[in-house]
């Protein structure tokens, strides 16, 4: 599976340690500081350089912000790319384990299978699946695929097996969906009938015995029916607020560096859930030492596990859950993971439900940062950044995907989720005033 990487960023690396490196022809890059270098003795060149010599591969777009590179390739007439974000969490996360080796161990060699959907996951899968000698395997086409990409990915990868849904019944015994297109997905599992079993191949989070901490479960219905607060940390909070909560015993989660303002305030919160590798990375000692009774952390970071770890820290496994205009999945049983998509406040939302909340009030959730991440104006603290914090970008459009999923999810379970945030751009809660419900 011959491939070309669109940018070397974090991204871009990370899929590059995960596939073979005669995988990889080169990186294309627009950033021109970089193009002519080499990164682990693969090229890094321009798109021009790309159309001169390259056209008959595939790229593989590693950025989350797809659209306007999408854009320039299709009105160069470029069809022939991949988009990362549209992977499963394993391929786009930080993972630690052989996860597919252990999910591919689950399944049956002697039968035939159809890989639903044309993309770099279903590749990647087909090229595992030949390795093990499996009856045969099929990429099956979804119906609405653009055909130009259709087209070039039966001419480029010619080795590739592929079929239409209409040709699923004499060849398929089993498919293995690998998109998160949830529609066409249950389209496929009605074409297929009952004859071929349909199985969910992209979300494996409860198929992998390592993502799965029996701990976690202490705090199912830990405090059901009650109320809590998840206290986020935008320019909007005060200072006040946080003594306020305390005065009045209210159970709150926060998370990150809210630490950072412990010696202006007596509040701790009652949980506390940081999962960012770059805040695990930098913060690990202050992390493990701040004083709070629970800890929630991920295992985005592995290096943060090594050595002696407290008993009220609690790892959870961190499910990346972005997937280009698909709202995040949520997770009923933390156990197995929690889905992430773009802010932890997410990950504070599947643990207050878990735990049996039913009325969540939202505090310091502004939705509004400057394009400098870390500009002092970001958070309600000064000192929340030091000069050699790392940060991830402001993903916008997947922390409003994940405030959308949260609210389906309250909806459809009867929790209310209230924003008390002063002020901000979060306008897909019921606004309430946060000095009116203390007053």
Request: charged letters at 30%; a neutral charge; glycine letters at 4%.
């Amino acid at each position: 599976m011959k491939i070309l990487i669109w940018g070397c960023g974090v991204r871009g690396k990370r899929i590059f340690s995960r596939l073979n490196k005669e995988e990889v022809i080169a990186f294309i890059e627009s950033n021109e500081e970089l193009i002519g270098s080499e990164y682990e003795g693969k090229r890094v060149i321009s798109l021009e350089t790309y159309e001169r010599e390259y056209t008959n591969y595939f790229i593989l777009i590693s950025p989350v912000r797809v659209n306007t590179i999408k854009q320039l390739l299709e009105k160069k007439g470029i069809y022939q790319y991949f988009e990362l974000i549209n992977c499963p969490a394993e391929l786009q996360g930080v993972p630690y384990y052989d996860c597919y080796d252990k999910y591919l161990d689950t399944l049956n060699l002697e039968k035939n299978y159809g890989l639903f959907g044309i993309n770099f996951y279903s590749l990647y899968l087909y090229e595992k699946l030949s390795q093990r000698n499996v009856g045969m395997t099929y990429i099956i086409a979804e119906k609405n695929i653009a055909w130009p990409k259709f087209e070039a990915a039966k001419k480029i990868y010619r080795d590739i097996n592929f079929i239409q849904e209409n040709e699923i019944e004499e060849k398929v015994d089993i498919i293995l969906t690998t998109t998160l297109n949830r529609e066409a997905n249950e389209r496929i599992a009605r074409v297929s009938g009952n004859r071929i079993k349909v199985e969910d191949s992209f979300d494996i989070i409860k198929k992998i015995p390592e993502y799965k901490n029996e701990r976690l479960e202490q705090f199912k219905n830990k405090h059901m029916g009650k109320r809590c607060f998840i206290v986020a940390t935008g320019p909007s909070l005060r200072i006040s607020d946080l003594e306020i909560l305390k005065e009045n015993k209210i159970v709150s989660f926060s998370m990150n560096r809210v630490y950072r303002a412990f010696d202006q305030t007596t509040w701790r919160p009652d949980y506390y859930v940081v999962a960012d590798w770059r805040c695990l990375q930098e913060s690990r000692d202050e992390i493990i030492d701040i004083p709070v009774n629970y800890k929630f952390v991920s295992d985005e970071y592995s290096s943060f596990w090594d050595g002696d770890i407290p008993e009220n820290i609690y790892k959870f496994h961190c499910h990346w859950s972005l997937v280009e205009k698909e709202l995040p999945k949520y997770a009923e049983d933390i156990r197995y993971g929690m889905y992430t998509c773009g802010t932890v406040v997410y990950n504070c939302f599947q643990l207050a439900t878990y735990m049996g909340f039913k009325e969540i009030y939202l505090i310091g959730v502004d939705f509004s940062f400057s394009n400098e991440y870390k500009n002092v104006n970001n958070h309600f603290i000064k000192n929340y950044y030091n000069s050699n914090s790392q940060t991830s970008n402001f993903y916008d459009e997947e922390q409003f995907r994940s405030h959308r999923a949260a609210k389906k999810y309250a909806d459809e379970h009867g929790i209310k989720i209230y924003n008390a945030t002063r002020g901000g751009k979060l306008e897909i809660f019921t606004r309430v005033d946060f000095d009116s419900l203390f007053t």
